[in-house]
């Protein structure tokens, strides 16, 4: 018999009755019924019911061990009585009486618990993260993600894609967030960065006549943590095409992605077709570059029915300012007043005025309502709320038609340059279908955005900035640079957007050097930065350059939710805090004074206080 195990403790069952079997593992918990010992052994595979009575020889060792220490153990297999199975494990008909145990590794007393899985301070979970992934939902969503890469792979290579490894160690480039650099010691001064992303490599690849790349890629980015982005470091499905358009793009990868979110949906419903909603169609129905299409609100422009109505302050805003609009935001099932106060409380609460309302109720004898107003041919539904009162019924009556809402819903309402407001529009939306459990969460929603602006004006800098991927082909080439208002310029540009969030990020790239250089120098840049600062690139551009695009999809996010959890840390294996720590390893940590000699740097740390 092998030293260790003759079977894991996710293996047995009813046929290996009668066998005399091996196993090791850490012990789970221990549970002593009336003299005899229960002791529930966990390994990777899973766990099995040890029984140790006071008649075994293994009782005595069995009576010392706690939980998490590693043990061996020889014993019989026999069947449970049918009142003891248990249907909630594999091995749940069968339980090893224990004749032998081994203790292979004692535990120390643990600084947090293994089994039950009770909420612990994150710091602790991080610090003692080799015992935090022992836990079952954590090392089910850790194993779940390695599945989930590994049919990535699986599709990638069935459509015709090879995968190429890029360098680590390479330049800086402006990928939108800070970079990590690396001081390098044989060239005293200079530093190489960690990508942000394989960008200029896929594309140099696709020069270099590669025509289908794609990699697992790890990217390094030097920007603040957040729920849905670790600090540091990430993964992404990385690719690229040669001699494609957008459309081809999106259909080579709309099956990927469809297939992997089937695979282990659990049976949810995936959106087949996903839709391909433009940038500026998205902001004005949904608020957001990231939709969240499970939700079922779209805003709707309500400016004209505000207009010189006898809402003075819209109807203010409208006449002063031709940018001004009036968005309604409609909410089914929500016409109660208390219902609307608590979103005016909530718009308050965010550092705005407050959220304008209307809400329909059945008409009773005090509405001071004319006859001939028709609404009660509408089946006596009238509007209410102070909002109501200054417009009147005529113009209520209007905004319930054009926005199809009846008796018990309600409408709120945001005013303003929608450049300025659409952000909290968007999350006054997302508010509205959350409290009214209008969210269908047991779904998965995708889409496309496209037809992303290529630049954005930089109010900071006052200046035309890319409001995306610098490296995108402007929609209508150089004739749009040399003869278009910036800002009014499309790009072939594209982001994977699933139940609100983005999981992937595309274009079709500007592989033209002239190009190229013209959709620099309107932020700025002269030729001579471009040259120095993507050199590479550029000399490539210009030895035959074939079109080309591609995307890169976010795996953590994705295996995020496909997991079902809200936090990104619940599916990496050694991810840092808030602060972008590593309080498992140290890191960061100080360097001796030998290797910053060896480096030629000299610190220059802030003042403490």
Known sequence: MHRYRSHTCGQLRRSDVGQTVRLSGWVHRVRDHGGVLFIDLRDHYGITQVVADPDSPAFKTAEAVRAEWVIRLDGRVKARTPETV????????????????????????????????????????????????????????????????????????????NEFTTPILTASSPEGARDFLVPSRIHPGKFFALPQAPQQYKQLLMVAGFDRYFQ??????????????????????????????????????????????????????????????????????????????????????????????????????????????????????????????????????????????????????????????????????????????????????????????GKGDACFFVAGDPAKFYKFAGEA????????????????????????PFYEWDEDEKKVEFSHNPFSMPQGGMEALTSQDPLTIKAFQYDLVCNGYEIASGSIRNQSPETMVKAFEIVGLSRADVEERFGGMYRAFQYGAPPHGGMAAGIDRIVMLLCGVQNLREITLFPMNQRAEDLLMGAPSDASSKQLRELHIRLNLPEKG
Not at 88 to 102: D, H, K, S
Not at 305 to 331: L, Q
Not at 357 to 365: D, K
Not at 367 to 388: H, Q, R, W
Request: hydrophobic share 35%.
């Open 86 to 161: 248990n249907p909630n494990i594999p091995t749940g008909e069968v339980e090893v009486y224990a004749r032998e145990i081994e203790v292979l590794g004692q535990a120390r007393e643990l600084p947090l618990p293994v089994f039950g899985e009770p909420d612990y301070p994150e710091d602790i979970r991080l610090k003692y993260r080799f015992l935090d992934l022992r836990r079952e939902t954590l090392h089910a969503n850790i194993m779940r993600r390695t599945k989930i890469i590994a049919d990535m792979r699986r599709r990638m290579n069935d459509a015709g894609f």
């Open 216 to 405: 697992i890629a790890p990217c390094f980015r030097d920007e603040d943590p957040r729920a849905d982005r670790l600090p540091g470091e990430f993964y992404q499905l990385d690719l690229e095409m040669s001699f494609v358009t957008q459309e081809d793009v999106w259909d080579t990868m709309e099956p990927v992605i469809r297939g992997v979110f089937e695979s282990f949906a659990d049976g949810k419903p995936v959106t087949q077709t996903f839709p391909r909603i433009p940038y500026d169609t998205a902001i004005r129905k949904y608020g957001s570059d990231k939709p969240d299409l499970r939700n079922p609100i779209e805003m709707q422009a309500v400016t004209e029915h505000f207009a010189g109505s006898g809402f003075k302050v819209f109807a203010r805003m409208i006449a002063d300012d031709p940018k001004v609009e009036v968005w309604a935001i409609p909410a089914k099932g929500g016409g109660s007043r208390a219902f609307c106060d608590r979103m005016n409380g909530w718009a308050q609460s965010q550092g705005q005025p407050g959220l304008g309302y209307i809400f329909w109720r059945e008409e009773s004898a005090d509405d001071a309502v004319p006859v001939s107003t028709g609404l009660e041919d509408k089946g006596g539904v009238v509007g209410a709320g102070p909002l109501a009162k200054n417009i009147g019924p005529e113009r209520t009556e209007a905004i319930r038609e054009q926005l199809g809402l």
């Open 429 to 452: 939306r997302t508010r509205v279908g959350t409290e009214l459990n209008l969210v269908d969460q047991d779904r998965f929603e995708l889409c496309w955005i496209v037809d992303f």
